[in-house]
């Protein structure tokens, strides 16, 4: 019988040095919003999805290839760009064969961070794209790090309820001996009817809906497969798999 690769969840990128990430598979999760984002652009059509770590940045290199430079900062839109971090400011109309430039504030960081341990590889998830990132995890049959993005940092339940689903779903194929993988597919399993429901009790909930009224990105972000595909970086960008 062959052995099984391994699976662990990281609860947040301050975490992320205790992994042995150059031999996993990396899932970037940040389901408010970056990871749903980009889900979500590629789906309508983008050519690709640039991630970056500054507004400076986003703003040269959308302008030198003619791309969208889009971003946030503490939820709302960063100074200097027009566009923010919303799936829903990406129809296909809008996007479509164009490439998005973006940069967040927990999302593109632990990407940047993976990238930087020489993860083997690289792919975006969320709630919207959960069976494209089970499918393909099944099939790499690699080490696994379920990354969660956090809040600068910190815990947050829903990059950990998503984990938990992808751990509900894909588990038989893993040797998973994780705890925080535990956690996380019992609190997945515990609210998987009621997620929507659940919702309102998350912090950064209230960041986004209390705030600034987002409360149909929420509904987006929290939707499985709505932009059901997989987004891989590859050179720089994500781009459909």
Known sequence: ???????????????????????????????????????????????????????????????????????????????????????????????????????TTNGTRLLQMALDKNADAIIAGSFPNLSAVCDYLVKQNKNVILGCAGWKDRFNLEDTLFAGAVISAIKKNFAIHCDSSLMAEIMYMKQKNKVLDFAPQLTHYHRLVERFGLIEDIRYCLTPDVANILPVYSDGKLIVK
């Open 1 to 103: 019988m062959s052995k099984k690769p391994f699976l662990h969840t990281c609860i947040s990128p301050a975490l992320l040095h205790l992994y042995d990430i150059s031999n996993s598979v990396v899932v970037i999760i940040d389901v408010f919003r970056a990871t749903s984002t980009i889900a979500s652009a590629l789906y309508n059509g983008a050519k690709a999805v640039i991630p970056v770590d500054s507004v400076p940045k986003a703003i040269e290199i959308s302008k030198r290839i003619d791309g969208i430079a889009a971003g946030e900062r503490d939820g709302m839109i960063a100074e200097g760009l027009k566009h923010g971090n919303s799936p829903l400011e990406y129809p296909r109309e809008f996007i479509e064969n164009k490439t998005l430039v973006l940069t």
